[in-house]
């Protein structure tokens, strides 16, 4: 008899042992390839932080953005400027633990209503047009179901009827409302504001608008935007920052310490 090339050798055990050498590869490659954007760490005041972990940076990735929005080259190594002058200070001198802010938090875009320093540019859709456009814009753009909001009274979270809404800011591609226009009235700031879709409540029984996380006298202060067509990716961080800051900041006896 012949003994076969593979009489005597395992090759179960080939089969499992290169499965879990090629899955302790895919994750190193995996892990690395996810530290392009959010890495090196920083700590809170925005320092290198001393545990950046078991693995090291991966090499420079260029993307070619479309609609001509050039070259991006990850990592970069870029920070947020505002570490340094951000109203916080520490609790313990240690690290990890809450910072608090010493302004106004909901002016100042810290805690629940900090924002990240996106591009000052709007986001595009898939032919290169800006993905959020009020209705009044979008012809072919209609309320089919549900009620129409516009010329609702809206109500802030003290009761207070600060204005009505005169559109609605449709995300485009997806077809969902993003943002209602609010025309404020003379004694809460004037002007024209967006308010997230996601913190109003249309009224069951009366035809308003209801915004729980703000106050009257927060709506003058509502970040405004430099285009009366479309929004940046910057400016909505900054108005849904906003209204979710007031969420814990709007009345500090009522939301910021604990409740029994």
Not at 16 to 35: D, E, H
């Amino acid at each position: 008899m012949v003994n076969a090339f593979f009489g005597n050798f395992d090759l179960a055990a080939l089969a499992i042992w290169s499965f879990w050498l090629f899955f302790a590869g895919l994750i190193f490659y995996l892990q690395r390839a996810n530290m392009h954007e959010g890495f090196p760490l920083e700590d809170e005041a925005g320092n290198p932080a001393p545990n950046q972990g078991m693995f090291w940076l991966p090499e420079p990735k260029t993307y070619k953005l479309p609609h001509g929005q050039g070259d991006k080259t990850v990592p970069d190594m870029q920070t947020d400027p505002r570490n340094a002058d951000l109203a916080l200070k520490k609790t313990t001198p240690n690290n990890g633990y809450p910072l608090e802010p010493t302004g106004d938090p909901m002016l100042d875009g810290v805690g629940p209503a900090a924002w990240c320093a996106r591009k000052d540019e709007p986001e595009l859709d898939g032919k290169g047009h800006p993905k959020i456009q009020p209705m009044a814009a979008l012809s072919t753009f209609k309320v089919s179901a549900g009620r129409d909001p516009r010329g609702m009274d809206v109500v802030a979270g003290d009761g207070a009827v600060v204005g009505k809404v005169v559109d609605m800011w449709v995300d485009e591609p997806e077809q969902v409302v993003r943002y209602l226009e609010i025309e404020l009235n003379g004694e809460y700031g004037s002007g024209r504001r967006l308010l997230p879709m996601q913190v109003a409540r249309l009224g069951w029984l009366k035809p308003v608008v209801h915004v729980h996380s703000i106050y009257g006298k927060h709506f003058a202060n509502v970040p405004t935007i430099k285009s009366t067509t479309q929004i940046t990716k910057l400016e909505e961080e900054k108005v849904c920052a906003y209204y979710a800051g007031g969420k814990l900041y709007a009345d500090v006896e009522e939301r910021l310490e604990p409740q029994l």
